[in-house]
């Protein structure tokens, strides 16, 4: 997966506190700037008082309606699953935060 900041795509991705920690979903445009807003403990009181800070998983949308379809559709997941769909494309729980604002090498590739 690519991420193309203002290139009209939605992102759908997958925060956590650590391995096995507390999970949030949520839907941006902008997959790197939402980021840096979660790290700072600016975008969300659940994520600062969780320590959820930690990018874990995201994925491409060319639509808002799909993408949104699909943040609604992981909500309501289970939290098994969902730590499953995390492990599966990121085994080892590497924060890509720096995937997406290019300034590291992937740390995992989701398979599509």
Do not use: C
Request: hydrophobic content about 30%; cysteine-free; aromatic content about 12%.
């Amino acid at each position: 997966m690519q991420y193309n900041a203002g290139m009209s795509e939605y992102y759908v991705y997958i925060l956590a506190s650590g391995r096995n920690g507390t999970l949030y979903v949520g839907m941006t445009e902008d997959v790197g700037k939402r980021t840096i807003r979660h790290k700072g403990r600016r975008a969300n009181e659940f994520t600062a008082k969780y320590d959820v800070l930690k990018l874990v998983y995201y994925e491409k949308h060319k639509s808002l309606e799909e993408a949104v379809k699909r943040e609604k559709q992981l909500k309501k997941w289970r939290r098994q699953w969902k730590m499953k769909l995390i492990e599966k494309h990121n085994t080892e729980w590497q924060d890509l935060f720096g995937e997406v604002i290019n300034t590291g090498p992937p740390a995992a590739k989701p398979k599509q």
